[in-house]
């Protein structure tokens, strides 16, 4: 749906539409009871009036078949248009107030449905109010009335387009307002260097796996001798090869791993469902996925579910420190 379209409901949708019908039916049931009555009212005219509302409201809470439910609001609203012009006539044109019974449907189509519902329900409402004569015979009210009619259409048109363009805004401020809110989530959870998620995440995503009946690996990945890179190669290669090396360790991940930057040259790695001589494996092969002829050391903790984050990553870190002292590159586990 383009956004010149406006909001709009699925039909099928009938638990939603009856609920958005709610306020519309009470309005339409209070204005009708509202109608001026007097001795010139034409009785027959009134009575097929009030059938036609009354048909218009049970085609829109009746169960129908796929087709008529995509096009209830408009035949409906048709209906109930047509009921309102059979009561001008009745009750004495429009100046007898009757008139603004027809903003009913036009509000329900601004507010809920999309600008081609509304043009049809506008043009309807048109074509009932001015071509009355087609419908009970010759007009019974002066050619003011026509006048006053054709004022109303106009009036009725705008109001409805202005409403619609408002809540098709507010829909647009309400997405923008949501769009600013994940920006703002995925800044704080997200690594700006490689993208990959960051300590905050990270402490996150273990809590959860930790919460839930499962064993999950640890492990701790620190670059080798990353200052000196820095400071042979420059700041801006070794940004480069932090983001190379995680893009390289996604592709060697599965879907429900989780690899972040906690920060500088410090990697961790959570595997979900995963035992201690699977975790040797995927480790190495993210050490073989370095650039530039770099290395790292890692550390592993395995342990069952119930474990307490912090002391799983104190495992994995001392894992890491063995890993460091015995020569780095190369990785150590901890069960």
């Known amino acids: 749906m383009s956004r010149s379209d406006g909001p709009s409901v699925p039909a099928d949708c009938s638990r939603r539409a009856n609920r958005h019908l709610i306020p519309f039916a009470a309005a339409s049931v209070l204005a009708w009871a509202a109608v001026p009555l007097g001795s010139s009212m034409h009785w027959g005219v009134y009575a097929l009036a009030a059938g036609l509302a009354v048909l218009a409201?049970?085609?829109?809470?009746?169960?129908?078949?796929?087709?008529?439910t995509r096009t209830r609001e408009v035949s409906?609203?048709?209906?109930?248009?047509?009921?309102?012009?059979l009561l001008r006539d009745s009750a004495g044109g429009i100046n007898s107030a009757v008139g603004v019974l027809a903003l009913l449907p036009v509000f329900y189509m601004a507010l809920y449905s999309n600008r081609a519902q509304l043009c049809t329900i506008v043009a309807g409402m048109a074509t009932l109010f001015v071509a009355q004569n087609l419908l009970v015979g010759p007009p019974a009210y002066p050619h003011t009335e026509y006048r006053a009619g054709l004022i109303f259409i106009v009036v009725s048109t705008i109001i409805g387009l202005t409403t619609q363009r408002l809540v098709s805004q507010r829909a647009d401020m309400l997405s923008y307002v949501s769009d600013m809110l994940s920006q703002v989530t995925d800044m704080a959870t997200t690594d700006a260097l490689t993208g990959l998620p960051n300590r905050r995440a990270w402490e996150t995503s273990l809590e959860e796996a930790l919460a839930e009946d499962q064993s999950v690996a640890l492990a701790m990945l620190d670059f080798d001798y990353f200052?000196?890179?820095?400071?042979?190669?420059?700041?801006?290669?070794?940004?480069?090869?932090?983001?190379?090396?995680?893009?390289a360790w996604r592709e060697e991940l599965r879907a429900g791993?989780?690899?972040?930057?906690?920060?500088?040259?410090?990697?961790?790695?959570?595997?979900?469902?995963?035992?201690?001589?699977?975790?040797?494996?995927?480790?190495?092969?993210?050490?073989?996925?370095?650039?530039?002829?770099?290395?790292?050391?890692?550390?592993?903790?395995?342990?069952?579910?119930g474990a307490h984050p912090e002391a799983l990553m104190a495992s994995a870190d001392t894992a890491l420190y063995e890993a460091k002292t015995a020569g780095r590159n190369r990785t150590c586990l901890t069960v």
């Open 57 to 68: 409201g049970v085609w829109c809470i009746a169960p129908l078949p796929g087709i008529l």
């Open 76 to 85: 409906a609203s048709l209906v109930f248009l047509l009921a309102v012009a």
């Open 227 to 247: 200052k000196d890179f820095n400071d042979t190669h420059g700041h801006p290669a070794g940004d480069r090869l932090l983001r190379e090396t995680a893009a």
């Open 257 to 305: 791993d989780l690899v972040a930057r906690l920060g500088g040259d410090e990697f961790a790695l959570l595997l979900p469902n995963c035992n201690a001589a699977n975790a040797l494996e995927v480790v190495e092969r993210l050490r073989l996925r370095i650039p530039s002829g770099q290395s790292c050391s890692a550390g592993i903790a395995t342990h069952g579910s």
